[in-house]
Protein backbone atom coordinates (compact mmCIF):
# COMPACT_ATOMS: atom_id res chain seq x y z
CA UNK A 1 0.00 0.00 0.00
CA UNK A 2 1.32 3.36 -0.92
CA UNK A 3 0.29 5.42 2.35
CA UNK A 4 1.42 8.47 0.78
CA UNK A 5 -0.60 8.23 -2.48
CA UNK A 6 -3.47 7.31 -0.57
CA UNK A 7 -2.99 11.16 1.56
CA UNK A 8 -2.52 12.75 -1.44
CA UNK A 9 -6.12 11.44 -3.05
CA UNK A 10 -7.60 12.15 0.11
CA UNK A 11 -6.07 15.80 0.15
CA UNK A 12 -7.46 16.32 -2.80
CA UNK A 13 -11.06 14.86 -2.37
CA UNK A 14 -11.20 16.75 1.02
CA UNK A 15 -9.93 20.12 0.24
CA UNK A 16 -10.12 20.28 -3.24
CA UNK A 17 -7.94 20.10 -6.83
CA UNK A 18 -5.59 17.30 -8.22
CA UNK A 19 -3.86 14.80 -6.40
CA UNK A 20 -1.17 15.56 -8.41
CA UNK A 21 -1.17 19.27 -7.31
CA UNK A 22 -0.73 18.37 -3.51
CA UNK A 23 2.18 19.37 -2.07
CA UNK A 24 3.39 16.57 0.06
CA UNK A 25 6.44 18.38 1.81
CA UNK A 26 4.52 21.79 2.39
CA UNK A 27 3.46 22.44 6.21
CA UNK A 28 0.00 21.54 6.22
CA UNK A 29 -1.37 25.24 7.31
CA UNK A 30 0.08 26.78 3.81
CA UNK A 31 -2.37 23.90 2.22
CA UNK A 32 -5.09 25.76 3.58
CA UNK A 33 -5.78 23.03 5.95
CA UNK A 34 -6.62 24.63 9.29
CA UNK A 35 -6.13 22.71 12.86
CA UNK A 36 -10.12 21.45 12.64
CA UNK A 37 -9.72 20.99 8.95
CA UNK A 38 -6.78 18.33 9.41
CA UNK A 39 -8.59 16.18 12.33
CA UNK A 40 -11.40 16.30 10.09
CA UNK A 41 -8.46 15.00 7.35
CA UNK A 42 -7.48 12.53 9.85
CA UNK A 43 -10.48 10.91 10.92
CA UNK A 44 -11.79 10.45 6.92
CA UNK A 45 -8.04 8.79 7.00
CA UNK A 46 -8.89 6.36 9.89
CA UNK A 47 -11.95 5.30 7.74
CA UNK A 48 -10.38 5.07 4.17
CA UNK A 49 -7.04 3.08 5.97
CA UNK A 50 -9.26 0.98 8.62
CA UNK A 51 -6.64 2.23 10.78
CA UNK A 52 -6.39 4.68 14.55
CA UNK A 53 -4.17 7.39 14.65
CA UNK A 54 -3.32 8.08 17.75
CA UNK A 55 -3.38 12.19 19.06
CA UNK A 56 -0.30 12.19 20.49
CA UNK A 57 1.52 10.55 17.02
CA UNK A 58 0.46 13.11 14.99
CA UNK A 59 1.48 16.28 17.96
CA UNK A 60 4.60 17.33 15.66
CA UNK A 61 3.32 16.38 12.14
CA UNK A 62 3.89 19.29 9.87
CA UNK A 63 3.47 18.22 6.25
CA UNK A 64 1.65 15.46 4.90
CA UNK A 65 4.86 13.39 4.26
CA UNK A 66 5.30 13.16 8.08
CA UNK A 67 1.88 11.90 8.17
CA UNK A 68 2.04 9.37 5.66
CA UNK A 69 5.54 8.33 7.95
CA UNK A 70 3.82 8.03 10.87
CA UNK A 71 1.09 6.14 9.46
CA UNK A 72 3.51 4.15 7.84
CA UNK A 73 5.16 2.93 11.85
CA UNK A 74 1.93 2.83 13.10
CA UNK A 75 1.19 -0.04 10.85
CA UNK A 76 4.78 -1.83 11.08
CA UNK A 77 4.55 -1.40 14.91
CA UNK A 78 1.46 -3.10 14.68
CA UNK A 79 2.33 -6.25 12.81
CA UNK A 80 5.15 -6.46 14.92
CA UNK A 81 4.25 -9.84 17.73
CA UNK A 82 5.14 -8.32 20.94
CA UNK B 1 -35.48 46.12 2.73
CA UNK B 2 -33.39 46.35 -0.75
CA UNK B 3 -33.32 42.85 -1.62
CA UNK B 4 -34.40 39.54 -0.83
CA UNK B 5 -34.08 35.52 -1.65
CA UNK B 6 -36.04 32.19 -0.63
CA UNK B 7 -35.15 28.53 -1.21
CA UNK B 8 -38.10 26.64 -0.56
CA UNK B 9 -40.31 23.62 -1.27
CA UNK B 10 -41.81 25.53 -3.91
CA UNK B 11 -39.28 27.05 -5.70
CA UNK B 12 -35.19 28.03 -4.72
CA UNK B 13 -35.13 31.79 -5.96
CA UNK B 14 -37.69 34.84 -4.48
CA UNK B 15 -39.29 34.76 -8.12
CA UNK B 16 -40.05 31.15 -8.51
CA UNK B 17 -42.13 31.06 -4.71
CA UNK B 18 -44.15 34.28 -5.34
CA UNK B 19 -45.13 32.36 -8.36
CA UNK B 20 -45.78 29.35 -6.76
CA UNK B 21 -48.13 31.26 -4.03
CA UNK B 22 -50.15 32.99 -6.39
CA UNK B 23 -50.74 30.28 -7.91
CA UNK B 24 -51.31 28.28 -5.18
CA UNK B 25 -49.16 25.63 -5.40
CA UNK B 26 -48.22 23.37 -2.52
CA UNK B 27 -44.48 22.29 -1.62
CA UNK B 28 -46.64 19.47 0.75
CA UNK B 29 -45.59 15.42 -0.92
CA UNK B 30 -46.39 12.49 1.22
CA UNK B 31 -42.90 11.31 2.28
CA UNK B 32 -40.52 8.98 1.26
CA UNK B 33 -40.32 5.75 2.40
CA UNK B 34 -36.68 6.11 4.58
CA UNK B 35 -38.47 9.09 6.54
CA UNK B 36 -42.03 7.09 6.74
CA UNK B 37 -43.39 6.50 10.51
CA UNK B 38 -45.61 3.39 10.91
CA UNK B 39 -48.54 3.96 8.68
CA UNK B 40 -46.74 5.63 6.12
CA UNK B 41 -49.22 8.55 5.91
CA UNK B 42 -46.54 11.39 6.94
CA UNK B 43 -46.42 14.05 4.76
CA UNK B 44 -43.74 16.96 4.39
CA UNK B 45 -42.75 20.30 2.49
CA UNK B 46 -38.74 19.25 1.50
CA UNK B 47 -36.74 21.51 -1.22
CA UNK B 48 -35.59 20.00 -4.20
CA UNK B 49 -31.95 20.97 -3.97
CA UNK B 50 -28.60 19.92 -5.14
CA UNK B 51 -25.70 21.40 -2.95
CA UNK B 52 -23.34 19.79 -5.81
CA UNK B 53 -25.18 23.25 -7.84
CA UNK B 54 -23.17 25.20 -5.34
CA UNK B 55 -20.36 23.93 -3.73
CA UNK B 56 -17.66 21.52 -4.42
CA UNK B 57 -18.30 18.46 -2.35
CA UNK B 58 -15.36 19.47 -0.29
CA UNK B 59 -17.41 22.36 0.76
CA UNK B 60 -20.98 20.97 1.01
CA UNK B 61 -19.66 18.50 3.18
CA UNK B 62 -18.71 21.46 5.64
CA UNK B 63 -22.69 22.32 5.75
CA UNK B 64 -25.42 21.17 7.18
CA UNK B 65 -28.10 21.11 5.40
CA UNK B 66 -29.76 23.84 7.08
CA UNK B 67 -26.58 26.43 6.39
CA UNK B 68 -27.04 25.46 2.95
CA UNK B 69 -29.90 26.65 2.46
CA UNK B 70 -29.13 29.57 4.42
CA UNK B 71 -25.95 30.45 2.47
CA UNK B 72 -28.09 30.67 -0.80
CA UNK B 73 -30.59 32.34 -0.03
CA UNK B 74 -28.61 35.35 1.76
CA UNK B 75 -26.64 35.32 -1.23
CA UNK B 76 -29.75 35.89 -3.72
CA UNK B 77 -30.24 38.88 -0.83
CA UNK B 78 -27.08 40.55 -1.41
CA UNK B 79 -26.91 39.97 -4.92
CA UNK B 80 -30.60 40.96 -5.36
CA UNK B 81 -30.12 44.13 -3.00
CA UNK B 82 -26.43 44.94 -5.36
CA UNK B 83 -24.90 45.08 -1.85
CA UNK B 84 -21.07 45.10 -1.84
CA UNK B 85 -20.10 46.61 1.12
CA UNK B 86 -16.68 48.37 1.61
CA UNK B 87 -13.98 47.05 4.17
CA UNK B 88 -15.67 49.95 6.68
CA UNK B 89 -19.08 50.11 5.69
CA UNK B 90 -18.79 46.27 6.57
CA UNK B 91 -18.17 46.78 10.04
CA UNK B 92 -21.62 47.86 10.71
CA UNK B 93 -23.07 45.20 8.49
CA UNK B 94 -24.34 42.59 10.31
CA UNK B 95 -25.97 39.15 10.28
CA UNK B 96 -29.30 38.41 12.75
CA UNK B 97 -30.71 34.99 11.76
CA UNK B 98 -33.11 32.46 12.97
CA UNK B 99 -33.44 29.03 13.30
CA UNK B 100 -35.55 26.48 15.76
CA UNK B 101 -32.79 23.64 15.28
CA UNK B 102 -29.96 24.22 13.16
CA UNK B 103 -27.80 22.01 11.85
CA UNK B 104 -30.40 19.44 12.98
CA UNK B 105 -29.08 16.41 10.42
CA UNK B 106 -25.89 17.11 11.27
CA UNK B 107 -26.77 16.12 14.92
CA UNK B 108 -28.91 13.58 14.00
CA UNK B 109 -25.98 11.78 11.68
CA UNK B 110 -23.85 12.05 14.60
CA UNK B 111 -25.73 10.08 16.98
CA UNK B 112 -27.14 7.60 14.65
CA UNK B 113 -23.25 6.66 14.12
CA UNK B 114 -22.47 6.57 17.44
CA UNK B 115 -25.40 4.61 18.75
CA UNK B 116 -25.77 2.00 15.50
CA UNK B 117 -23.38 3.01 13.47
CA UNK B 118 -19.34 2.65 13.56
CA UNK B 119 -19.38 4.00 17.32
CA UNK B 120 -17.11 7.24 15.57
CA UNK B 121 -18.45 10.95 15.45
CA UNK B 122 -17.17 13.46 13.05
CA UNK B 123 -14.41 16.33 14.33
CA UNK B 124 -16.69 18.80 12.70
CA UNK B 125 -20.12 18.01 14.31
CA UNK B 126 -20.13 20.64 16.50
CA UNK B 127 -19.66 23.26 14.12
CA UNK B 128 -21.97 21.61 11.40
CA UNK B 129 -24.89 21.07 14.30
CA UNK B 130 -24.63 24.37 16.19
CA UNK B 131 -27.17 26.27 16.13
CA UNK B 132 -25.76 29.63 15.28
CA UNK B 133 -23.30 27.78 12.08
CA UNK B 134 -25.71 29.53 9.40
CA UNK B 135 -25.41 33.40 11.03
CA UNK B 136 -21.36 32.44 11.33
CA UNK B 137 -21.48 31.03 7.75
CA UNK B 138 -23.02 33.74 6.33
CA UNK B 139 -21.05 36.42 7.87
CA UNK B 140 -17.98 34.63 6.91
CA UNK B 141 -18.89 34.52 3.12
CA UNK B 142 -19.90 37.92 2.90
CA UNK B 143 -17.80 39.37 5.17
CA UNK B 144 -20.05 41.03 7.27
CA UNK B 145 -18.83 42.50 9.97
CA UNK B 146 -21.11 44.37 12.06
CA UNK B 147 -23.67 42.67 15.21
CA UNK B 148 -24.43 38.95 14.99
CA UNK B 149 -27.31 37.25 16.53
CA UNK B 150 -29.24 33.91 16.76
CA UNK B 151 -32.20 33.83 17.17
CA UNK B 152 -34.28 30.71 18.57
CA UNK B 153 -38.07 31.38 18.96
CA UNK B 154 -39.44 27.94 17.25
CA UNK B 155 -41.77 28.97 14.80
CA UNK B 156 -41.18 32.80 14.89
CA UNK B 157 -37.26 32.71 14.85
CA UNK B 158 -37.20 33.78 11.38
CA UNK B 159 -39.85 36.93 12.39
CA UNK B 160 -38.05 37.61 15.37
CA UNK B 161 -34.69 37.91 14.02
CA UNK B 162 -36.41 40.29 11.13
CA UNK B 163 -37.86 42.64 13.51
CA UNK B 164 -35.02 42.59 15.91
CA UNK B 165 -32.54 43.77 12.97
CA UNK B 166 -35.38 46.32 12.12
CA UNK B 167 -34.51 47.36 15.61
CA UNK B 168 -30.66 47.32 15.76
CA UNK B 169 -30.58 49.13 12.64
CA UNK B 170 -33.13 51.79 13.37
CA UNK B 171 -31.37 52.47 16.80
CA UNK B 172 -28.23 52.72 15.31
CA UNK B 173 -26.28 49.38 15.64
CA UNK B 174 -25.89 48.87 12.25
CA UNK B 175 -26.28 50.45 9.11
CA UNK B 176 -27.25 47.02 7.33
CA UNK B 177 -28.27 43.63 8.44
CA UNK B 178 -28.77 40.54 6.29
CA UNK B 179 -32.00 39.12 8.74
CA UNK B 180 -34.09 35.95 7.63
CA UNK B 181 -33.76 32.25 8.82
CA UNK B 182 -32.97 28.53 8.02
CA UNK B 183 -34.46 25.42 8.85
CA UNK B 184 -33.85 21.78 7.87
CA UNK B 185 -35.70 19.54 10.40
CA UNK B 186 -37.20 16.87 8.44
CA UNK B 187 -35.10 14.10 9.79
CA UNK B 188 -36.33 10.86 10.85
CA UNK B 189 -36.05 11.07 14.29
CA UNK B 190 -37.11 14.69 13.99
CA UNK B 191 -40.28 13.44 12.77
CA UNK B 192 -40.83 10.61 15.30
CA UNK B 193 -40.57 13.82 17.79
CA UNK B 194 -43.02 15.56 16.51
CA UNK B 195 -45.40 12.06 15.55
CA UNK B 196 -45.23 11.26 19.00
CA UNK B 197 -46.30 14.61 20.13
CA UNK B 198 -49.41 13.63 18.12
CA UNK B 199 -48.89 17.08 16.19
CA UNK B 200 -48.45 16.02 13.07
CA UNK B 201 -51.10 16.09 9.63
CA UNK B 202 -51.85 12.92 7.79
CA UNK B 203 -51.82 12.71 4.64
CA UNK B 204 -55.47 13.89 2.94
CA UNK B 205 -57.06 11.09 1.17
CA UNK B 206 -57.58 12.57 -1.63
CA UNK B 207 -54.57 14.52 -2.11
CA UNK B 208 -51.36 14.79 0.18
CA UNK B 209 -50.57 18.49 -1.42
CA UNK B 210 -53.95 19.39 0.50
CA UNK B 211 -52.47 18.02 3.62
CA UNK B 212 -51.94 21.48 5.56
CA UNK B 213 -55.34 23.17 6.90
CA UNK B 214 -55.45 25.99 9.53
CA UNK B 215 -58.09 26.37 11.12
CA UNK B 216 -60.53 23.45 8.57
CA UNK B 217 -62.85 21.79 11.27
CA UNK B 218 -61.37 18.37 9.16
CA UNK B 219 -57.62 19.27 10.07
CA UNK B 220 -55.46 17.31 11.58
CA UNK B 221 -52.22 18.73 12.31
CA UNK B 222 -48.86 20.68 11.42
CA UNK B 223 -46.77 19.81 8.37
CA UNK B 224 -43.30 19.83 9.00
CA UNK B 225 -41.04 21.81 5.81
CA UNK B 226 -37.47 22.97 5.22
CA UNK B 227 -36.23 26.02 3.65
CA UNK B 228 -34.47 29.42 3.92
CA UNK B 229 -35.51 33.15 3.59
CA UNK B 230 -33.31 35.81 3.58
CA UNK B 231 -33.78 40.01 3.41
CA UNK B 232 -31.47 42.80 2.92
CA UNK B 233 -32.34 45.35 5.51
CA UNK B 234 -30.15 48.88 5.67
CA UNK B 235 -31.17 52.57 6.93
CA UNK B 236 -33.01 54.08 4.21
CA UNK B 237 -30.14 56.68 3.88
CA UNK B 238 -28.14 53.77 2.98
CA UNK B 239 -30.45 52.56 0.61
CA UNK B 240 -31.05 55.99 -0.93
CA UNK B 241 -26.98 56.92 -1.46
CA UNK B 242 -26.30 53.70 -3.28
CA UNK B 243 -28.98 54.18 -5.45
CA UNK B 244 -30.57 50.51 -4.43
CA UNK B 245 -34.48 49.68 -5.09
CA UNK B 246 -36.27 49.97 -1.97
CA UNK B 247 -38.48 46.88 -2.20
CA UNK B 248 -40.43 47.32 1.36
CA UNK B 249 -40.33 49.17 4.03
CA UNK B 250 -40.57 47.81 8.23
CA UNK B 251 -42.50 50.38 10.27
CA UNK B 252 -42.98 48.10 13.17
CA UNK B 253 -42.39 45.20 14.92
CA UNK B 254 -43.46 44.02 18.46
CA UNK B 255 -42.83 40.82 20.89
CA UNK B 256 -44.76 39.51 23.65
CA UNK B 257 -44.30 36.23 25.43
CA UNK B 258 -47.73 34.01 26.09
CA UNK B 259 -46.35 32.92 29.57
CA UNK B 260 -49.38 29.93 28.96
CA UNK B 261 -48.61 26.66 27.82
CA UNK B 262 -45.12 25.37 26.07
CA UNK B 263 -46.93 23.52 23.10
CA UNK B 264 -49.74 26.10 23.12
CA UNK B 265 -50.02 29.43 21.63
CA UNK B 266 -52.31 31.57 23.15
CA UNK B 267 -54.44 34.32 21.24
CA UNK B 268 -53.97 37.21 23.81
CA UNK B 269 -50.39 36.92 23.85
CA UNK B 270 -50.51 37.39 19.48
CA UNK B 271 -52.74 39.93 20.40
CA UNK B 272 -50.30 41.97 22.76
CA UNK B 273 -47.40 41.39 20.16
CA UNK B 274 -49.23 42.49 17.00
CA UNK B 275 -50.35 45.83 19.28
CA UNK B 276 -47.02 46.47 19.80
CA UNK B 277 -45.98 46.36 16.68
CA UNK B 278 -48.63 49.01 15.90
CA UNK B 279 -47.63 51.04 18.46
CA UNK B 280 -44.04 51.44 17.76
CA UNK B 281 -45.26 52.20 14.17
CA UNK B 282 -46.22 55.29 12.66
CA UNK B 283 -49.73 54.28 11.23
CA UNK B 284 -53.06 55.72 12.74
CA UNK B 285 -55.26 54.18 14.62
CA UNK B 286 -57.70 54.05 11.82
CA UNK B 287 -55.31 51.91 10.24
CA UNK B 288 -54.84 49.93 13.28
CA UNK B 289 -58.87 48.87 13.54
CA UNK B 290 -58.82 47.67 10.18
Not at chain 2, 243 to 268: F, L
Request: charged share 20%; net charge negative.
Amino acid sequence: MDTLLSIKELAAKQFGGDASAVDVDAPVDQLGIDSLGFLEFLFELEDELGISIPQESVVNVKTLRELADVVDQLATSKAQPT
Amino acid sequence: MTGLGVVSPVGNTADEFFDALIHARSGIRRLPADLQAPGGDLVGGLVDFDPAAHWPPHQSSQLDRATQFALVAAGQAIENAGFSPSEAESLSAGVYWGTGLGGANAIEESYRQLYAGNGRVRPTTVVLGMNNAAAGQISIAHGLRGPIINVSTACSSSATSVGEAFRAIRDGYADAVLAGGSEALVTLGNLRAWDAMQALSHADAHDPARSCKPFSANRTGIVLGEGAAALMLETEESARSRGARVVAEIVGYGNAADAKGISKPDAAGQVRAMRSALTASPLSSRDQSR
